[in-house]
């Protein structure tokens, strides 16, 4: 079965340090891989996607993801959070033969000491 | 682009009563598709369009849902006889037919049901 797991429920990281959010997925072929961001009360905010190619894709705000096949792993990174990052991020696989739907991860909040 | 509208923004409700929520999309969107979110979980896909078409309905769904997109425009999802575990935050998001753009996300209907 197609499955999305985002490992860490919440993780909390002082402004100014590096971070790195995870995610693994289970298909039967490479999906488009996609991470979004919540603000609280909010609708989802596209990060940044991997379709083919380069394996190291950049988005908005300074976060980039990396893709690795053989982990089945698409984990989200960015070198400086600001304490405007705090946030839940999703990560989400989508097949396009099955319409483009997006199947989202349970998500993983982000807070951010001062 | 004026964004992925949705009204209302919040919904308060007695337990059987029917509730409406819409939604217009981009206009040049073809593809529109409705999540719940209930706290602490991803969204959870509802059912998707292409254009006037229901291609898809998730099994989760009960016989009380019902969607529409008249003239593949807006579109509106109803619930009949509200239970307690309909609250939750409905959103709705709209697609051009190449999963490669990904979705733009609405802001949401908040639902509670009392």
């Known amino acids: 079965a197609q499955s999305v797991t985002q490992p860490d429920i919440h993780i909390t990281v002082s402004e100014g340090a590096s971070l790195e959010l995870r995610c693994n997925y289970s298909y039967g072929a490479t999906p488009y891989l996609f991470w979004y961001v919540q603000s609280p009360g909010q609708g989802l905010q596209l990060l940044l996607k991997?379709?083919?190619?380069?394996?190291l894709v950049q988005g908005i705000k300074g976060f980039e993801a990396e893709f690795k096949r053989s982990q089945s792993s698409f984990n989200l990174r960015k070198p400086s959070v600001h304490w405007s990052d705090a946030a839940e991020y999703f990560c989400a696989p989508a097949v396009y033969n099955q319409g483009g739907k997006l199947i989202f991860g349970q998500g993983t909040e982000l807070s951010v000491k001062p | 682009d004026t964004g992925v509208s949705q009204d209302p923004r919040h919904k308060i409700t007695k337990r059987g009563q029917n509730v409406t929520f819409r939604c217009d999309p981009i206009s040049e969107h073809n593809r529109l598709y409705w999540y719940r979110q209930t706290l602490g979980q991803g969204p959870e896909f509802l059912t998707y369009f292409q254009n006037e078409a229901q291609l898809e309905k998730s099994r989760l769904l009960s016989d009380r849902f019902s969607a529409e997109r008249p003239k593949g425009s807006f579109s509106t999802l109803e619930i009949q006889r509200t239970e307690q575990g309909d609250s939750a935050m409905y959103l709705c998001?709209?697609?051009?037919?190449?999963?490669?753009?990904?979705?733009?996300f609405g802001s949401g209907t908040r639902l509670t049901v009392v």
């Open positions: 998001a709209s697609s051009r037919n190449e999963v490669y753009y990904g979705y733009t």
């Open positions: 991997y379709f083919s190619g380069d394996t």
